[in-house]
């Protein structure tokens, strides 16, 4: 129910930072109930984010997105790749350490 609720504005979000930093072509987009990573994309443009994220500030799920939508361009973690989600987001680090500090009790 809290996915269904999500995912339009998760859309809209998505599109809105594509359209922002990135202008990568995007198919769909999928919450998908993964536990080992917050995300991940396709060579094909899809988005796919993990439901524990539903339980994230609307902040750390906006990085995640951010985080995707730069895959979508180097699909790497290159310095490249960082720059790009540094422009889009220059406090990307603080979401990071959010992450790794909040990891185990999201979405359980």
């Known amino acids: 129910l809290i996915a269904r609720q999500r995912i339009l504005p998760l859309h ?3 599109h809105v930072l594509n359209d922002q930093h990135f202008q990568n072509p995007l198919k769909k987009i999928f919450f998908k109930n993964n ?6 994309c396709s060579a094909q443009g ?4 993990s439901t524990r ?4 500030p609307t902040d750390i ?3 995640i997105c951010i985080h995707e939508l730069a895959h979508l361009s180097e ?3 290159s310095e490249r790749f960082w720059a790009l989600v540094e422009k889009a987001m220059p406090n ?3 979401k990071e350490k959010w992450l790794d500090e909040n990891k185990d009790t999201i979405g359980f």
Request: glycine residues 4%.
């Open 12 to 14: 809209e979000k998505i």
């Open 35 to 40: 536990k080992s990573s917050w995300g991940s």
């Open 46 to 49: 899809n988005i796919n984010i």
């Open 53 to 56: 994220l539903l339980f994230a």
């Open 61 to 63: 799920l906006e990085y």
């Open 75 to 77: 699909f790497n973690h």
């Open 92 to 94: 990307y680090k603080e």
